[in-house]
């Protein structure tokens, strides 16, 4: 490297500019490399940041990214990343300011942070409201301060519009540890500007509201007293902000009579912030009176979990079968089996729950069951009872783990079952049916073969050859995997 700048440092300009074109006449993308802003050295005084030149980089960069070239992306992006970083490092306020606030302000600009499933956008907005958190922290200047504050409130606002990506989160936090008293003064007088221009009613102006009345509350937590915080919850509709305050200041019933107003989805928060407060108690009772009123499955779930942590295995046991005949699922029939077999009562129950699910002609679940349990006759039974084949998620359909548990027992049923699937998925056409199909097929000869029938297995392939010659693709298909 030392040998590089000292060869650099002998050409002319002209020299180093003709050495530059040649670079990007062999490579082309280092065209690129011009408009990014230069790392400053220690103890070199930066020059004012290329605004225009910044933008075509953030540009460049986003049009990478949507278009799939990731890596040069990121590479792009943490280069201006670091670039700001080092401008900090310097104490170049102005210019590392500039980058983060440019950055940040383009991508929410692109909308490509809102349809950005891997997050890279997300952490890099991240960084830079970081960034221009250490920015406020150390910018001494009024009018850079203010323009920082400007920023990060832009910034929060324009996510609340779009929906929140929790990109801006940290931004109340930020501006209220680093703001002096006459900022936070603005910044609070300008949050009731924002809750007071949303005048119609909607679900999106509620949430902005709610949003916008917390940032208030954490803008004047310090200086209201109890009283006045409480009374500015109760008038903003902050439930939990006022529940835990309450419970702060230790006024337990209190908070317990505004936690019964809660909504379903709400009591579950609060029920966890009386845990946290040391009154579990309190909390598993209050949510017991509303799974008494309304058999809400969340609620009974989270009392099935405090059960078990306090080691009741009876309430437990009561509350999961409560669940179970709510959304009858085999991993509830598993939960019950792993409690009662606990108290020593699993045979007892498992004829009861067995009983009930044959009445209420669960029969698909049955045969779930069955298959755990590796009883196969009563699998194939059950399963003749079963009139919907569905396909789950990411596995196989019924029908079709039913016959690879049985081909070692019931390899005639095994057959029975592959070739009834392969028929259906032949008849609903397609190359993926066809693929799938001619792979039971390869699953029956093999079973026949294991039978010592291959004559058969020859019968039957003949047949089907000539049952579907029509279908191109499936002989094709056939003839692929040599059957």
């Known amino acids: 490297m030392d040998t590089l700048e000292k060869n650099l440092e002998q050409r002319s300009q002209a020299e180093l500019i003709a050495l530059i074109r040649i670079m990007i006449t062999r490579h082309p993308d280092l065209q690129a490399v011009l408009d990014l802003p ?10 004012s940041i290329d605004v225009p030149a ?59 942070i809102f349809r950005d499933e891997e997050s890279l956008l997300v952490d890099i907005v991240s960084q830079c409201i970081s960034g221009l958190g ?74 902005r509201r709610h949003r916008l009345s917390g940032f208030l509350l954490t803008l004047e937590q310090d200086v209201l007293d109890d ?12 439930l939990r902000d006022l529940v835990e305050r309450l419970l702060r200041l230790g006024r337990i019933a209190e908070a317990a009579t505004e936690t019964r107003q ?27 009176e509303r799974v008494r009123m309304n058999r809400n499955v969340q609620l009974t779930a989270w009392l099935r979990d405090r059960a078990r942590a306090r080691d009741d295995l009876v309430e ?16 509830g029939y598993l ?46 039974a059950a399963l003749n009872n079963v009139t919907v084949q569905s396909v789950g998620w990411g596995e196989e359909p019924l029908l079709i783990r039913v016959a690879q548990a049985a081909e070692q027992t019931h390899p005639y049923a095994a057959i029975d079952l592959y070739l009834r699937t392969a028929h259906r998925l032949i008849e609903e056409r397609g190359q993926d ?8 097929l390869s699953r029956v000869r093999n079973l026949y073969l294991q039978l010592g029938e291959e004559p058969a297995w020859q019968t039957l392939i003949f047949d089907i050859r000539r049952q579907y010659k029509h279908l191109r693709a499936f002989r094709a298909e056939l003839k692929r995997v040599g059957l």
């Open 316 to 331: 437990a046991l009561e509350l999961a079968e409560s669940l179970f005949w709510s959304y009858s699922t085999l991993t």
């Open 335 to 380: 939960e019950i089996k792993e409690l009662a077999a606990s108290l020593g009562q699993w045979d007892t129950v498992r004829a009861q729950l067995i009983t009930q699910i044959m009445e209420q002609h669960k029969y698909g679940l049955l045969t779930e069951i069955y298959l755990e349990e590796q009883e196969i006759d009563q699998a194939l």
């Open 433 to 440: 049916n066809y693929t799938t199909a001619v792979g039971y």
């Open 262 to 288: 809660a909504r379903d989805y709400d009591l579950l928060q609060l029920a966890n912030l009386f845990v946290t407060y040391g009154q579990i108690e309190l909390a598993e009772n209050l949510v017991r």
């Open 134 to 207: 250490e920015c406020l922290a150390e910018m001494q200047h009024v009018l850079e301060r203010d323009e920082v504050i400007r920023t990060l409130l832009d910034l929060y606002v324009r996510d609340l519009d779009a929906g929140g990506s929790g990109v801006s989160d940290p931004i109340p936090g930020l501006i209220v540890t680093r703001a002096t008293p006459t900022e936070r003064q603005m910044v609070t007088q300008w949050v009731r500007d924002q809750i007071e221009a949303l005048h119609a009613s909607s679900w999106a102006n509620n949430w």
């Open 54 to 112: 910044l933008h075509r980089q953030v540009q460049r960069a986003l049009s990478r990214y949507t278009y799939g070239s990731d890596d040069e992306s990121d590479d792009d992006f943490d280069t201006l990343l670091q670039t700001a970083r080092n401008h900090a490092q310097q104490r170049e306020w102005r210019n590392a300011l500039c980058i983060y606030q440019t950055l940040a302000s383009d991508l929410f600009d692109s909308g490509a």
């Open 227 to 238: 009283e006045a915080f409480l009374q500015a919850c109760r008038q903003m509709g902050r």
């Open 38 to 47: 230069t790392i400053p050295e220690a103890g070199v005084t930066e020059p």
